[in-house]
Every structure is written in C-alpha cells, then in structure tokens.
T-cell receptor, first 117, second 117 residues
Framework: AQKITQTQPGMFVQEKEAVTLDCTYDTSDPSYGLFWYKQPSSGEMIFLIYQGSYDQQNATEGRYSLNFQKARKSANLVISASQLGDSAMYFCAMREGLGRTGNQFYFGTGTSLTVIP | GAVVSQHPSRVICKSGTSVKIECRSLDFQATTMFWYRQFPKQSLMLMATSNEGSKATYEQGVEKDKFLINHASLTLSTLTVTSAHPEDSSFYIC?????????????FGPGTRLTVL
C-alpha cells in the first residue's frame, strides 16, 4: 500500500486566492511526522511545514497551513493568498517513528501547482 | 537554516564511465544521509541510507555494486554511479539530518542532474 497518496497531479489557482493540496497517508505507527515540500523547476526541495502526530493544533507557517485530520489520515496543505512564485511541484511526505533516528521519508507523487495571474 | 551542498550540480558523461556525486553538510554533523533519485515528473525514490563509518543500507531493487556509497566523515557522503548507462540519467538528491538537531529536521541538497550519453 502507498504510504503517501496525492490524488491531484495538477492544480490551478488564481493569484491571491487560496488553494488546498490533498494528501492522505497510511501508517500503523502511532508516532510519525508529516511534511510538505515545494520543488520549483530548479529542483531544490524547499521545506514548507511540519506536523507531528501528537500535535494538538494544526501547523501554520506564514501563508502555509496544514489541515491535519488524524482520524481520516489526511494532511492537506492550504496556501493562502497565492502568488506567482508559488507555481511549483508540491510533495507531501511522512516519516515514521517520531524521535527514532535513521527512519526514511516516504514521498507522495506530487502535485503540480500553477498560479494564474 | 542548515545547508547541504551537492557537487556537481550537473554532469554529462559517456556511457560506461563512472560519476561521483558529493553531498556535504556545511554547518552541521550528519551521521545519516539519504540518497534519492527522481525521474522527470516523478516523486523522489529513496535509493539508500548512508551511515557514517558503516555500510550503506540499500533499498530493494537498488544495485549496491552499481551505486557505491561512502560516508567517510560526519560531513561528507559520496555516491558513485559506476559504469553509467543512459537509463541512469536522473536527478539525484541527497538529504542529511543534523545529529544534534530536532527529529523533524532534514535538509536537502540542491540535487545533481546526471545525463548519460
């Protein structure tokens, strides 16, 4: 089974509007972390936001927020007030074993976001 | 934030030659580094986990004799693609964890684009 599922291969959003990128995950480990990364055409992976499985509140980082619904195993990324520079690939990732060393990241297949002027 | 560098950023080589890619943590010590491969418009696929001073752990389906990994110091891991062929052309990304840092921190290098002619 896929550890991370992103069902939106491509998304379009009007500049200054908000957009939600979907991510669901699968794990039996009660301790895990969820991450979102942005990958522009240059290829670098830019960390956006992190949510721990025990965190009570949804994570927020500037215009980014993570809508964490633990029972549904979803961790959707919300980008508010989209900007042209937000156009990029977005990857959801999970790491199991909160606090344990060496555990790998599992990445979703990504969502290509295009911001329309 | 912490910085991970990769060298070279881009390399073109002839089929049958070997290529070495370096991954360095510039301002922190990394006992564990990860090597990923990303084909165009696809997700990052973990190739191997590199542990300082010990043998790398390879993911299923990754040929350890073809992709040689050496993690000789706490700040440097190298990936050598031996006898490269056109199908090895890909984007290779490393990531590193700060040994003394938070569990949720993992820093990615800018990637190396390998083209085998």
């Amino acid at each position: 089974a896929q550890k991370i599922t992103q069902t939106q291969p491509g998304m379009f959003v009007q500049e200054k509007e908000a957009v939600t990128l979907d991510c669901t995950y699968d794990t039996s480990d009660p301790s895990y972390g969820l991450f979102w990364y942005k990958q522009p055409s240059s290829g670098e992976m830019i960390f956006l936001i992190y949510q721990g499985s025990y965190d009570q509140q949804n994570a927020t980082e500037g215009r980014y927020s993570l809508n964490f619904q633990k029972a549904r195993k979803s961790a959707n990324l919300v980008i508010s007030a989209s900007q042209l520079g937000d156009s990029a690939m977005y990857f959801c990732a999970m790491r199991e074993g909160l606090g344990r060393t060496g555990n790998q990241f599992y990445f979703g297949t990504g969502t290509s976001l295009t911001v329309i002027p | 934030g912490a910085v991970v560098s990769q060298h070279p950023s881009r390399v073109i080589c002839k089929s049958g030659t070997s290529v070495k890619i370096e991954c360095r943590s510039l301002d922190f010590q990394a006992t564990t580094m990860f090597w990923y491969r990303q084909f165009p418009k696809q997700s990052l696929m973990l190739m191997a986990t590199s542990n300082e001073g010990s043998k790398a752990t390879y993911e299923q389906g990754v040929e350890k004799d073809k992709f040689l990994i050496n993690h000789a110091s706490l700040t440097l891991s190298t990936l050598t693609v031996t006898s490269a062929h056109p199908e090895d052309s890909s984007f290779y990304i490393c990531s590193a964890r700060d040994s003394g840092g938070a569990w949720n921190e993992q820093f990615f290098g800018p990637g190396t684009r390998l083209t085998v002619l």
